[in-house]
């Protein structure tokens, strides 16, 4: 949609495309965590920290992509 010119441009279209990509990726992963399909919710993770990231909140990425690198090399084997 962003290859159109500014005219053929329809911005509340978009707008409501991103939001329901956003509602659809906070949807998966409140299911992913309420019925406990913890590699789906690693899934989730990883696209949240990359949307975190981008949009500047340095510490939640951080805290994120440690508990993902602590649980997968850190963590013995009965918590993985």
């Not at 500014?6 to 329901?20: F, I, K, P, S, T």
């Not at 299911?31 to 949307?51: F, H, P, R």
């Not at 981008?54 to 963590?75: A, P, Q």
Request: net charge negative; glycine share 4%.
């Amino acid at each position: 949609m962003r290859n159109k010119s500014a005219v053929e441009c329809d911005q509340q279209h978009e707008n409501g495309l991103l939001l329901n990509k956003y509602v659809l990726l906070y949807e998966e992963l409140s299911y992913a965590m309420n019925i406990g399909d913890v590699s789906q919710l690693e899934t989730c993770l990883v696209t949240w920290i990359l949307m975190f990231k981008v949009t500047g909140k340095h510490k939640y990425t951080n805290m994120m992509s440690e508990f993902l690198c602590n649980v997968h090399f850190v963590y013995p084997e009965g918590l993985k």
